[in-house]
T-cell receptor, first 116, second 115 residues
Framework: EAGVAQSPRYKIIEKRQSVAFWCNPI?????LYWYQQILGQGPKLLIQ????????DSQLPKDRFSAERLKGVDSTLKIQPAKLEDSAVYLC??????????????FGPGTRLTVT | AQTVTQSQPEMSVQEAETVTLSCTYD???????LFWYKQPPSRQMILVIR??????QNATENRFSVNFQKAAKSFSLKISDSQLGDTAMYFC????????????FGTGTRLTVIP
């Protein structure tokens, strides 16, 4: 079974530029998550999708961050314009469902973003 | 709001020895899940072990076991017969059983296994 795929693995941009990250979840997984992991901290949820609908985006800085999952499969996370404090690893995860007992999350390798 | 606290930023253990990583959490929920994740330098977050709060029996997975104390809101991870491949960041995480099932992570413990 293929795991969660993410690209690119690394990205370096200057502040005020824009950037996009891509995630392909495990086949058949209805729920997709984007987490932000700042150096020295644990991951923090940015947004959660159930199929192509948003379940929770309360921690997403909507003035600069956006995410979509148009066909309920792949997802894209965008930052525009980037700030220095956006430097972090962006992790994508997926789970079969949100229901109890079927909600184990599988993580991708992450994208390390450096904003200079 | 849920909070997860890992008070040990770094730990080390000799190969083949046993080590225990600590985690406490705060929640008003009665039903929830607790997890330990391992994050090696490759950054891939890997599930180590999972505990359902309604189960009194502590979860075990081969060399990994937990000590779950619900009343004390404590959830420690014991690694027996430590191996060099266990070197990684370890994160404790909390998930509510109902509603949006996102994970709340602690700040992590960096474990180094010394040959």
């Amino acid at each position: 079974e293929a795991g969660v795929a993410q690209s690119p693995r690394y990205k370096i941009i200057e502040k005020r530029q824009s950037v996009a990250f891509w995630c392909n979840p495990i086949s058949g997984h209805a729920t997709l998550y984007w987490y932000q992991q700042i150096l020295g901290q644990g991951p923090k949820l940015l947004i959660q999708f159930q199929n192509n609908g948003v379940v929770d985006d309360s921690q997403l800085p909507k003035d600069r961050f956006s995410a979509e999952r148009l066909k309920g499969v792949d997802s894209t996370l965008k930052i525009q314009p980037a700030k220095l404090e956006d430097s972090a690893v962006y992790l994508c995860a997926s789970s079969l469902e949100r229901l109890a007992g079927r909600n184990e999350q599988y993580f991708g390798p992450g994208t390390r973003l450096t904003v200079t | 709001a849920q909070t997860v606290t890992q008070s040990q930023p770094e730990m080390s253990v000799q190969e083949a020895e046993t080590v225990t990583l600590s985690c406490t959490y705060d929640t008003s929920e009665n039903n929830y899940y607790l997890f330990w994740y391992k994050q090696p330098p490759s950054r891939q977050m890997i599930l180590v072990i999972r505990q359902e709060a309604y189960k009194q029996q502590n979860a075990t997975e081969n060399r990994f076991s937990v000590n779950f104390q619900k009343a004390a809101k404590s959830f420690s991870l014991k690694i027996s017969d430590s191996q060099l491949g266990d070197t990684a960041m370890y994160f404790c995480a909390f998930m509510k059983q109902t509603g949006a099932n996102n994970l709340f992570f602690g700040t992590g413990t960096r474990l180094t296994v010394i040959p």
